[in-house]
């Protein structure tokens, strides 16, 4: 799975641009993992199932996975979300700096919401649900498991 870990969490307000680092790929087993991983291992810390649900392109096609490939070799990602608290219309923007280390700048993208019926100016979607969407828990009930 491709994944990006968003320091700020997601943003239902179009008007806010939060920054999304691209991480290593997971493995598809790792969709429904909660818990502690050892510190000194990569990824280390607890992790909750804030979101679930699927994906699909923005744009329609007869070839829906080429065009999430294709999307995402420009660096300009448009997905529709249907998660029990993400939904709607939302752009993964990969950003171009000024540094040569390719690496870093392609791990830099943007998520931004897409002005639709699920957008809501000025709201906080992270501080409105801080508990896991498969267990219920919080960050601490997860760690102290």
Do not use: C
Not at 1 to 17: C, E, F, T, Y
Not at 119 to 145: C, F, K, N, W
Request: hydrophobic share 35%; net charge neutral; proline share 6%.
């Amino acid at each position: 799975m491709k994944s990006w870990a968003i320091p700020k969490g997601p943003s239902l307000d179009p008007g806010v641009k939060r920054l999304a680092m691209q991480v290593d790929d997971h493995p598809l087993e790792y969709n429904g993992f909660e818990g502690t991983i050892p510190k000194g291992r990569y990824g280390g810390g607890t992790v909750m199932l804030w979101d679930q649900g699927t994906y699909e392109p923005e744009a329609g096609s007869a070839d829906p996975l080429a065009v999430l490939r294709e999307g995402y070799a420009r660096g300009d990602l448009k997905i529709v979300l249907h998660g029990a608290r993400l939904e709607g219309s939302w752009a993964l923007i990969r950003m171009r700096g000024r540094d040569r280390d390719r690496d870093r700048d392609r791990a830099q993208w943007l998520l931004i919401k897409h002005r639709d019926q699920f957008a809501r100016p000025g709201s906080d979607v992270v501080l409105e649900h801080q508990t896991s969407v498969a267990t219920g828990r919080t960050m601490e009930e997860i760690a102290a498991d």
